[in-house]
């Protein structure tokens, strides 16, 4: 009756145990199958403004360069490449590297700036799903651009930013840049019409992207003839395509210090293109569910 009792005792611990196991195995599963429940939070301090202070203002701007380079890496895991670096850039970006270290050392001075923006763990959700992202300093472009981004066949992701003076335009530039970069990795997670498939609401009935800047106009744009039209755009470079109306209308709402008077001209058409972007962000992005205010979110 004993070893009865044993046997009964020992099948019972055994099922106990091997149940533990596949509830365990089953959440880990559950959790980790999922795309939206993949990336793993991790609590890092911001940039040190300390840090960024000091570099700036040491003589050797060359050590000065590799600090804040450093910093950025440290605080985003993002790298930042010039100088020497950029001599291996992709073939198909028409830019010039740049070598100066006090010009490279004020560009680190305005990326900072952005990049402070934006939560720390969105470049490192994009790379634990094997997509590199790097930004590039050079010095200028030879057809005028302020800033690229581009994505090649393996999904490595880059910024490329021009040897600008600080101010707005640079800022919406990279931005505008980020954005892309963050599209990017939004068409590899979901098809980005369903994720924007109320995006024509916003726009005036009929209207029509056009790649051909040569054929935009200023209407219905904010700023120019709007008080009578009412305001659909940002810019004029907005009406080219889809894709760059959202790069713009974020780049404009991330270097914007009050809330911008086209958020309520026209019952805020604007504003709804932005917030379908947020929306599209907070659905693709794990690491915003750990995030209660975004820069990108500052109006709503």
């Known amino acids: 009756m004993a070893k009865i009792d044993v046997k009964k005792r020992y099948s019972l611990i055994v099922t106990i145990v091997l149940f533990g196991v596949l509830m ?16 793993l939070y991790v609590k890092v301090d911001n940039i040190n403004p300390l ?38 850039m992709d073939k198909s970006v028409d830019a010039e590297a740049i070598y100066d270290p006090q010009k490279i050392n004020n560009m680190f001075v305005d990326f900072t700036t952005c990049i402070e923006k934006y939560p720390q763990n969105i470049i490192r959700e994009i790379q634990s799903k094997g997509y590199n992202v790097e930004v590039y300093f050079v010095n200028n472009f030879n057809n005028n651009d302020l800033a690229l981004a581009t994505r090649d066949v393996n999904n490595n992701f880059k910024i490329y930013i021009s040897n600008l ?12 840049e980020m954005y892309h970069i963050l599209e990017y990795y939004m068409k590899l997670q979901y098809n980005i019409d369903d994720l924007y498939k109320d995006w024509d609401n916003y726009n005036p009935s009929g209207f029509e992207y056009d790649s051909n800047v040569n054929n935009l106009n200023s209407k219905y744009v904010y700023g120019y003839n709007s008080s009578s039209t009412g305001a659909y755009f940002v810019s004029i470079y907005s009406k080219v395509s889809e894709k760059e109306d959202r790069a713009e209308v974020f780049a404009f709402t991330m270097v914007s210090t009050s809330e911008p008077g086209y958020y309520t001209d026209n019952l805020g058409a604007i504003k709804g293109k932005m917030e379908l972007i947020c929306n599209a962000l907070r659905q693709t992005f794990a690491c915003l569910k750990y995030e209660d205010n975004v820069e990108w979110e500052k109006y709503f």
Do not use: C, Q, W
């Not at 365990?24 to 990336?39: D, H, T």
């Not at 000091?54 to 010039?82: F, G, M």
């Open 24 to 39: 365990i195995a089953f959440m880990f599963i559950y959790k980790f199958s999922n795309a939206s429940n993949s990336f």
């Open 165 to 176: 003076e600080a101010g707005s335009k640079s800022f919406e530039a990279v931005h505008h």
């Open 51 to 88: 840090v960024i202070d000091k570099a700036v203002k040491e003589p050797d701007k060359t050590n000065a360069n590799i600090t804040i380079a450093n910093e950025i890496k440290r605080a985003y895991n993002l790298d930042v490449v010039y100088g020497t670096g950029t001599e291996s």
